[in-house]
C-alpha cells in the first residue's frame, strides 16, 4: 500500500526554520516525482514544491523560491522540505504525496491519489 506520511511541523517565529521529513513505503521511490502541498483553512490545497528524483529536478511555487529546498534521500525513502525565513502566510497543514508525471505545478492537487495526514506548521507574528 502506498504511504507518505509527513512530520516535523511546529510552532515557529516569523523567520525561523523548520525541516519537514516524508517517509514513503509501498511504492518505487526513486521511480516518481514527490511534491510538497499545504493547505490552510479555508484555502485550496495548493503545490509548494516537487522533485524528479530520477534527474534530481527540483521545482518551486513562486511563494517558495528562495526560501524553500526540497530534497531527498533513497537510501531512506525520504524527502524533505527545508523552510527558511518563514512567514505568518506560511501556516498550513503540509502534506507530500506523489506528484503525477510531475505535473502538478500546473494541475495543483486534483490529480494526486494517495495523500498522508499531513504536519502541522505555524509561524507566528
Known amino acids: 500500500e502506498v504511504q507518505l506520511q509527513a512530520s516535523g511541523g511546529g510552532l515557529v517565529q516569523t523567520g525561523g526554520s523548520l525541516r519537514l521529513s516524508c517517509a514513503a513505503s509501498?511504492?518505487?521511490?526513486?521511480?516518481?516525482?514527490i511534491g510538497w502541498f499545504r493547505q490552510a483553512p479555508g484555502n485550496e490545497r495548493e503545490w509548494v514544491s516537487s522533485?524528479?528524483?530520477?534527474?534530481?529536478?527540483?521545482y518551486y511555487a513562486d511563494s517558495a523560491k528562495g526560501r524553500f529546498t526540497i530534497s531527498s534521500d533513497n537510501a531512506k525513502k525520504t524527502v524533505y522540505l527545508q523552510m527558511n525565513s518563514l512567514k505568518p502566510e506560511d501556516t498550513a497543514v503540509y502534506y507530500c504525496?506523489?506528484?503525477?508525471?510531475?505535473?502538478?505545478?500546473?494541475?495543483?492537487?486534483?490529480?494526486?491519489?494517495?495523500w498522508g495526514q499531513g504536519t502541522l506548521v505555524t509561524v507566528s507574528s
Open positions: 504525496a506523489i506528484d503525477p508525471n510531475g505535473s502538478s505545478w500546473k494541475h495543483g492537487s486534483r490529480y494526486v491519489d494517495y
Open positions: 509501498g511504492f518505487t521511490f526513486d521511480g516518481y516525482a
Open positions: 522533485i524528479i528524483q530520477s534527474d534530481d529536478i527540483t
